[in-house]
């Protein structure tokens, strides 16, 4: 059946169309995924409110949708109502030496990050090129090339759906962490971004401490600009098949699909000790960084490429990247079925050989 030509049957309610059986799979970078039983767009906070009562009201399971770039729908698709969040809008306000952007949820993440270049704000010039949208960041804590948006986020505005309130959430109170917040742990599913509020720092320097970055700018005699880290970030990301370009199979993912697992320092000698010296010539470390508490943090796509799981591995739809190898890509018509199933082997793999678990990091919708 092609979901799309069913998805005619609509409720009208004041301002919203609630559309049926609509096809999920091109609402995300994966291109994967059934559809959703119920599907709506709010372009406002009434709006959500509206989603959030169809919801409550009809006995619906609600599902947030931003840009769609760490998702994975299931191939049954969603029964409940998916609500796709489309609130625009950005509000810049001087305090102290900062400025202050309040941007809706549904604006493009990387357009906002262009627009704070342009407006010469340093803080997320690093996150250049990331897609889906600013609802998004705050709730994986969006982070790469050495810097992460709980460092400028001021705070988050959400509709808190216990007490069915807007309320204003202080980055303290936000629980950030490595990929985390407490939206996507202790109060998973509590929340709906609607707003988020973030302090740049006109006429600051560019961060330059990833070493991918650092190499970029090598031999250079002077600082580069926010303009030129966010470029060089982009196409750092080209490389890696880690930038949006449509068509390009190895755009069809959903980012990395694995965390780099935080792990105790005895786990990391342990690896060490299991390497064979033909692949740990002197001088070759296996690659870490630190995570502090005794800690460290290792590169799940290092771990892939020792346990067998390298670019370019699986014959079939779902496989790995061929420019990244933390990327499972869909290569054209790939199920979610077959992507789990990938995920599932490469994650045994990973853990007989190194006896690291590895998580998913992407949503998986179901
Ligand atoms: N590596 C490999 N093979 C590869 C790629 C990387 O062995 O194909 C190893 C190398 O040792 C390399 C190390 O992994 O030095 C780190 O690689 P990279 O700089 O590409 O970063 P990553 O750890 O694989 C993380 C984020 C990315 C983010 C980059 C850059 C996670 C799960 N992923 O990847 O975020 O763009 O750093 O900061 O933390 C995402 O979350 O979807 C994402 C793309």
């Not at 092609?2 to 005619?8: H, K, L, P, R, V």
């Not at 609509?10 to 291109?31: C, D, G, H, I, R």
Request: with cysteine; proline share 4%; aromatic share 8%.
């Amino acid at each position: 059946m092609d979901i799309g030509d069913e998805a005619q049957s609509l409720v009208l309610s004041n301002s919203m169309e609630f559309l049926e059986n609509v096809a999920l799979a091109p609402y995300t970078t994966f291109k994967i995924g059934g559809p959703a039983r119920w599907f709506a767009e709010a372009a406002s906070e009434a709006e959500v409110l509206e989603g959030v009562e169809f919801a409550r009201e009809r006995g619906l399971q609600l599902f947030v949708l931003g840009g769609g770039s760490n998702l994975l729908v299931s191939d049954e698709g969603f029964g409940g109502l998916v609500l796709r969040l489309g609130l625009l809008g950005i509000k810049r306000r001087f305090e102290e030496d900062c400025l202050h952007f309040e941007v809706g949820a549904g604006e493009g993440w990387d357009e906002f990050v262009s627009l704070a270049v342009a407006e010469d704000c340093a803080g997320i010039e690093c996150l250049a090129g990331i897609p889906g949208t600013v609802g998004g960041t705050p709730v994986q804590n969006v982070g790469a090339y050495g810097q992460e948006v709980a460092e400028t986020v001021v705070g988050v505005r959400a509709l808190d759906l216990r007490s069915r309130e807007f309320v204003w959430m202080p980055v303290e109170e936000c629980g950030f962490a490595y990929r985390q917040s407490l939206f996507n742990t202790t109060e998973r599913g509590r929340y709906v971004v609607t707003q988020v509020e973030y302090s740049l720092t006109p006429g600051g320097a560019a961060t330059l401490t990833y070493a991918d970055l650092k190499k970029h700018f090598e031999g250079w005699d002077r600082v580069p600009s926010l303009r030129e880290v966010a470029g060089a970030v982009r196409e750092i990301r080209r490389t890696k098949g880690m930038f949006l370009v449509e068509g390009d199979p190895d755009c069809r993912s959903a980012g990395s699909f694995f965390k780099n697992p935080v792990v105790d320092l005895g786990v990391l000698a342990a690896i060490e000790a299991s390497m064979p010296e033909a692949s740990m010539p002197a001088g070759v470390a296996v690659p870490r960084y630190p995570a502090g508490d005794g800690k460290v943090k290792l590169a799940a796509a290092w771990l892939l490429e020792q346990a067998g799981f390298g670019k370019g591995f699986g014959k079939g739809r779902a496989g790995i990247s061929s420019r990244h190898t933390l990327a499972l890509v869909n290569r054209g018509g790939a199920t979610a079925g077959e992507i789990l199933e990938l995920s599932g082997r490469i994650v045994a793999g990973v853990e007989t050989r190194f006896g690291v678990r590895l998580e998913r990091e992407p949503v998986l919708l179901q």
